[in-house]
Structure formats: structure tokens, C-alpha cells
């Protein structure tokens, strides 16, 4: 599993990194997210995923 | 010919659902235009997909004329731009960048749950040791949720009761743009002293970490935004989330068998806030307003025209849960609307998470055998206002 996000866009809401805390995390200055890992193990995939589609400004992707 | 007005939630009849003509329109995704309350002419969208496209794109559909003003009276979509839900693309960025770190950074929220915690038990106290029925609504989530945000705020007990008279007016669909002026003009003129006390002394609270955020920025935020973004927080921090308590409580109580699962395992917290937000919703939808000629579900949308997203609706789309009209307080926690979607989604969301599953936990564990004390047709409902629940709730325990 690949994952990639978009910075620019993200707005901060914190819900990756509430969902996917090894995944995701968030800077200190402005909240927005840092990808920790690019490529998470599959244990993740579930927490990911739901990281994906809870995120409001749909700046995270899974990648092929 | 004139056009269907738009279905409104009508508690006392359906307590926990959407109005019925939503089930036909959303299942074909089929969009119409209706009528709103303050004469606006609007399409309505109520599928899961139509809702989450239109929010999602903030260039295509811009809320420049109010999150609400097909409901509120107060707000004018032609008014001018007086605070950041009204603002889109990077004006609205830069505002937000100043603001979400305080309240939706997982590392802050960690440090804030113990004070939210503490003013959870005292309310728990309080309240077991008053007569029964007790006035759940007033006395305990409004007295909560009140407590968070003015603490964070680092608003004084004295004051708190400015920012109820600010969100009585501001969320009656009845209060004119004159009379929401001169309401919130207290709440305005203590906050914009409050931003030069703190200027001058700086502590540890939400505002006085906004000033210092946006100070090494390029454009530091003004005294005045500085005013209606922490005004903003107040008055949505605490009325929103009451409301949700006392309604979430509400169909938990009165859903058979869900508050049963949340005593045996208060854990089930987290996923039953989750829950209550997805199936209770917002009632009465939100407005954007197109900026090009475009199409959603099929259906070409014209520049300027309105567009209301029932969200309520969405959230109730059996493309999201099979079952989306079960209430089920151990579902997954998935996406739902019920926070918004895209850049505007609500700021205030993992407070508002927080203070809920701390409620929900503490009353599990503190008062198991807390039950409604009167029968569900004899709630009274809020009649006026956008932020939808019971007008109060009296509940008992043994």
C-alpha cells in the first residue's frame, strides 16, 4: 500500500491523524499533516482507508 | 408557477428522521427546485454523492451567500462578507491556518481532554445531587459545552452569558439583520477588548495563541478578525454541541436497547458519538451557490444559481451503510456529513467528538439508570432555531 497527500490543500482538521495515528501525524505550527510513512503495512490498510474518506478536504490518496 | 418548499424537519411528528420526502429524491439521486423558508428558489440535493460533491468543491460552489441563508433571516446573501464561513479559496486558507491548530491538532486535544473531563464530572455531581426531574438541557449540556469553549477561550464565568444571548439571536430563524447586529454587539465589544488585553499579556488560551500564531505570518490576522473568529468559536462552540447531547441522550434513551450497549461497554463512546452525529445530523441543510454553469447527478446547475445539500438525507443514503437508517451505536466509525464536508467542514469537530464521548462515557458509567421523564411525544421541541433538539429535557435516575 502507497500513500500520498496533498499539503497545500489540507486544512488541518486532524481526522487522519486521529484515525491513523502511525500513518499520520500533523505539524506543530499550522496542524497540517505529515505522512510519517509512504508505504504503511498492511495492518493499516483498514485505518488508512478510513482515513481517506473521512478526510473533509480529500488531500490524502492510496496509490496504486 | 410557484415551487415546492423545502422539506423541513418536523421533530414531533418524526423525532429522529428526515423529513419522508427525502427517501424518494435520494434514492434516484433526483434533484428539484424548491422554495426555501427566506424565499430563496434552490436545488435540492439529498444523495450521499450529489451532498459530498457539492461540498467538496469549493471553486464550483462557492458559500459566499451563508452557510444558512435559506433559513435564517438575518443573513442577506448579498450582505457584505463579515466572517470566514462566507470566505472561499485562500482568503478562507489563510484564516483557517490561524485558527485549526487550536482546536483540531491531536496533540492539543490530548491536553485539553483532562479540563474537559473535569467540568464533565462537576456537571455529574451537580446534577445528582438536584431534585428530579432535572432540566438536562439548560443545566447540564448547555452548562458544559458552555464551560469548554469559555475556558479555552479564557472567557470569565462573569461573561458567559454574552455568548448566549449572541447565539439565541444568531440562530433564530426569526431575527432580523438589525436586530443580529445590535445582539451581538456585547459579546463583539468585550472579545475585541479581550484581544488587546491579550496582546498586552498574552496567556495560554485559543485566542491568545491565535495572535501569537498569526504574528509571524505574512499578513498577521487584525484585531477585528481576530474578533469574529473567536466570537465564531463561542457562539458555535457551545450551542451545537449542547444541543447534540441532549438530543443524542435523547434517541439514546429512546432508541431500544442502544443505551443498554453503551452501559454494559462505556467504551462504545466513541463509535455511539460518531453515530449520533451521522444519523441526527443537522436538520436543515446547507447553502452554496454556483460560480459556472456545471452539473451534479446529471442535472445542469446554471452560474449563480443556489444549491441546498441536505445532509441529514445524505447521511441516510444506503450507498454510505445498507442499513443507514438503523441507528447502531457500535457501527464502524466511517465517513459521514454530519460534520460538513470539504473546506468549511465544521472547525470545531474534534472538540466537539471530545466533549461528546466524554459525556456519553461519564453518564454510562456515573448514571446507568438515567432514563427521559416524560413520554417522547411530550418533548418539547426548539421551534426557531437552525440548531435543531429538544428546547429541554427532563430526565431522572434511581
Known amino acids: 500500500m502507497k500513500v500520498a497527500v496533498d499539503r497545500d490543500h489540507c486544512i488541518g482538521a486532524g481526522n487522519c491523524a486521529m484515525t491513523a495515528p502511525s500513518v499520520f501525524d500533523q505539524d506543530a505550527d499550522e496542524?497540517?499533516?505529515?505522512?510519517?510513512?509512504?508505504?504503511?503495512?498492511?495492518s493499516e490498510q483498514d485505518a488508512v482507508q478510513q482515513a481517506v474518506d473521512r478526510c473533509p478536504a480529500a488531500v490524502i490518496r492510496l496509490l496504486p | 408557477m410557484s415551487l415546492?418548499?423545502?422539506?423541513?424537519?418536523?421533530?414531533?411528528?418524526?423525532?429522529?428522521?428526515?423529513?419522508?420526502?427525502?427517501?424518494?429524491?435520494?434514492?434516484?439521486?433526483?434533484?428539484?427546485?424548491?422554495?426555501?423558508?427566506?424565499?430563496l428558489d434552490a436545488w435540492l440535493i439529498s444523495d450521499y454523492a450529489g451532498v459530498r460533491e457539492v461540498l467538496g468543491d469549493g471553486r464550483r460552489f462557492s458559500t459566499r451567500p451563508g452557510l444558512a441563508a435559506h433559513v435564517l433571516s438575518s443573513y442577506g446573501p448579498e450582505s457584505p462578507i463579515d466572517n470566514f464561513t462566507r470566505?472561499?479559496?485562500p482568503e478562507h486558507v489563510r484564516i483557517r491556518r490561524n485558527f485549526a491548530p487550536q482546536v483540531t491538532h491531536a496533540r492539543r486535544l490530548a491536553e485539553l481532554r483532562p479540563m474537559v473531563e473535569r467540568i464533565t464530572d462537576e456537571a455529574?455531581?451537580?446534577?445528582?445531587?438536584?431534585?428530579?426531574?432535572?432540566?438536562?438541557h439548560s443545566q447540564f449540556s448547555t452548562a458544559i459545552t458552555t464551560s469548554v469553549i469559555a475556558e479555552l477561550i479564557g472567557v470569565p464565568s462573569s461573561q458567559r452569558h454574552l455568548l448566549h444571548e449572541a447565539a439565541m439571536a444568531l440562530f433564530d430563524t426569526s431575527t432580523k439583520a438589525d436586530q443580529l447586529r445590535e445582539a451581538l454587539t456585547p459579546l463583539y465589544t468585550y472579545l475585541y477588548e479581550a484581544v488587546a488585553t491579550r496582546r498586552a499579556q498574552p496567556g495560554d488560551d485559543v485566542l491568545s495563541r491565535m495572535i501569537e500564531h498569526s504574528a509571524d505570518s505574512d499578513r498577521p490576522l487584525t484585531d477585528t478578525e481576530l474578533t469574529e473568529m473567536n466570537a465564531a468559536l463561542l457562539i458555535a462552540g457551545f450551542d451545537t454541541t449542547a444541543s447534540m447531547i441532549t438530543y443524542g441522550l435523547l434517541a439514546l434513551l429512546n432508541i431500544p436497547g442502544e443505551w443498554e450497549k453503551l452501559v454494559a461497554d462505556p467504551s462504545t463512546?466513541?463509535?455511539?458519538?460518531?453515530e449520533l452525529v451521522r444519523y441526527l445530523a443537522v436538520g436543515t441543510g446547507l447553502l452554496r451557490q454556483a460560480t459556472e454553469d456545471t452539473e451534479v447527478n446529471g442535472q445542469p446547475i446554471r452560474a449563480g444559481d443556489y444549491v441546498v445539500v441536505a445532509v441529514q438525507s445524505g447521511n441516510r443514503d444506503m450507498a454510505l451503510h445498507a442499513d443507514a437508517d438503523d441507528f447502531d451505536i457500535t457501527r464502524k466509525p466511517g465517513a459521514h456529513l454530519g460534520f460538513g464536508h470539504g473546506a468549511?467542514?465544521?472547525?470545531?469537530?474534534?472538540?466537539?467528538?471530545?466533549?461528546?464521548?466524554?459525556?456519553?462515557?461519564?453518564?454510562?458509567?456515573?448514571?446507568?439508570?438515567?432514563?427521559?421523564?416524560?413520554?417522547?411525544?411530550e418533548v418539547e421541541?426548539?421551534?426557531?432555531?437552525?440548531?435543531?433538539?429538544?428546547?429541554?429535557?427532563?430526565?431522572?435516575?434511581?
Open chain 2, 344 to 377: 468549511h467542514a465544521c472547525v470545531g469537530q474534534q472538540i466537539a467528538r471530545m466533549e461528546l464521548t466524554t459525556v456519553l462515557r461519564a453518564l454510562a458509567t456515573r448514571v446507568p439508570t438515567l432514563r427521559v421523564a416524560v413520554p417522547l411525544n
Open chain 2, 124 to 136: 455529574i455531581t451537580r446534577m445528582l445531587a438536584s431534585p428530579q426531574p432535572y432540566p438536562l
Open chain 1, 31 to 42: 496542524a497540517i499533516v505529515i505522512l510519517l510513512t509512504d508505504s504503511p503495512p498492511d
Open chain 2, 4 to 39: 415546492p418548499a423545502m422539506p423541513m424537519p418536523a421533530e414531533d411528528e418524526r423525532p429522529f428522521d428526515p423529513p419522508p420526502e427525502y427517501a424518494e429524491l435520494r434514492a434516484g439521486a433526483t434533484m428539484i427546485r424548491v422554495s426555501c423558508p427566506t424565499g
Open chain 2, 87 to 89: 470566505m472561499d479559496g
Open chain 2, 269 to 274: 463512546a466513541a463509535s455511539a458519538t460518531e
Open chain 2, 381 to 398: 421541541w426548539k421551534k426557531d432555531s437552525v440548531v435543531r433538539g429538544p428546547a429541554e429535557l427532563p430526565v431522572a435516575w434511581t
